[in-house]
Structures are given as structure tokens and as C-alpha cells.
């Protein structure tokens, strides 16, 4: 098996690429807040709501009964995802119905499933 070096076996600072990435580099809160969103989707409660929610609206009761899980921790985990502008929710009499707030959610979630799908040689 080939050992993987991750350090260079020289120091030598390649201006040019540099220069591209200091232009292209986000501010330090949006990268802040983009890892602070990527932790969201590490638990996978808040991923298995999300694959449901990918297939239809549902309420809490739907959730709870499909996950096999309390009303009050699904309701715990919905916060966090609608703080995070991941779900919606809508009033529908004494019911609330969640879904995912848009089509950015279901790209994300498509997208890991892709890469870790992949055979990485």
C-alpha cells in the first residue's frame, strides 16, 4: 500500500495561487456561519426528518410516529432546523405542517448522498 504524504518535502510559497485564493476567500463570519450550518445536518435526527420532509409535508405526530420517537424531541429537533432556515412551517387549523424551506435543502442532502456513494479509487 502506498503511504500518503500531507506535508511537502519542501518550503516553497506559490505567490500567484495565493493571491487567488486572498481575492476569493469569504469573510471569516460567513465561513463561520457556513460551518455552523454543515453542523446541523451532523445528527442524524435531524437527517432522518429531512429525508421524510424530502418525500412530503408532514405534522409532528407524522414525524414522531414514522422516526419512532417522541413528539417533544422531534419538536426540539424541528427548532433547530427551522432557526436554521432549513424547514418551514405552515398552520393548517390546530395542525403544523413542516417541509423543507427550498430547494437548496434537497440539493445539499442530494449531494451527500452522491459523494459518499462515489467509488473513491
Known amino acids: 500500500m502506498e ?6 518535502e ?3 510559497v506559490h505567490k500567484d495561487l495565493l493571491e487567488i ?3 476569493t476567500m469569504p469573510e471569516e463570519t460567513e465561513l463561520y456561519d457556513l460551518a455552523e450550518l454543515f453542523k446541523v445536518f451532523g445528527d442524524s435526527t435531524r437527517i432522518r426528518i429531512l429525508f421524510v420532509l ?3 409535508e408532514v405534522c409532528v405526530c407524522d414525524l414522531a410516529t414514522v422516526l ?3 413528539q417533544s424531541a422531534i419538536s426540539h429537533q424541528l427548532r433547530i ?3 436554521n432556515k432549513l424547514v418551514k412551517a405552515r398552520r393548517d ?6 417541509s423543507l424551506a427550498d430547494e437548496h435543502v434537497k440539493t445539499i ?7 459518499i456513494e462515489e467509488d473513491i479509487g
Open 93 to 98: 387549523g390546530k395542525s403544523i405542517f413542516y
Open 109 to 115: 442532502i442530494a449531494m451527500g448522498q452522491e459523494h
Open 81 to 83: 432546523l427551522k432557526q
Open 68 to 70: 419512532n420517537m417522541n
Open 10 to 12: 519542501t518550503t516553497e
Open 54 to 56: 424530502l418525500q412530503a
Open 21 to 23: 485564493v486572498e481575492r
Open 3 to 8: 503511504k500518503i504524504e500531507f506535508a511537502c
